[in-house]
Nanobody, 113 residues
Framework: QARLVESGGGLVQDGGSLRLSCKAS????????MGWYRQAPGKQRELVAT???????NVADSVKGRFTISRDNVRSRLFLEMNSLKPEDAAVYFC???????WGQGTQVTVSS
């Protein structure tokens, strides 16, 4: 059974940085595309970034140049490096196994202005 567990969220000041991590288990991580999504209160869940099994990345325009998605296939981990955080980046961030209904429980990111 696929399982995704996020960590690394927290409170950070405007302009600060955070690194999110997602530990995957129960499936062949190396062979799957993975993604980070976020959902702010009252808003729909939106794509932040995805990374294919071969390492190709896709990053939303709203975070391009500030956020970097990466993966460690040996340790079955997905990462999201977030720099120059803005108040509008505040949301619950979710790890997702692409093309499936597997989601993590989410980790809260709060950015104070």
């Amino acid at each position: 059974q696929a399982r995704l567990v996020e960590s690394g969220g927290g409170l950070v000041q405007d302009g600060g940085s955070l690194r999110l991590s997602c530990k995957a288990s129960g499936f062949y991580f190396r062979g799957n595309s993975m993604g980070w999504y976020r959902q702010a209160p009252g808003k729909q869940r939106e794509l932040v970034a995805t990374i294919s099994s071969t390492g190709a990345t896709n990053v939303a325009d709203s975070v391009k140049g500030r956020f970097t998605i990466s993966r460690d296939n040996v340790r079955s981990r997905l990462f999201l490096e977030m720099n120059s955080l803005k108040p509008e980046d505040a949301a619950v961030y979710f790890c997702h196994r692409e093309n499936t209904d597997s989601w993590g429980q989410g980790t809260q990111v709060t950015v104070s202005s």
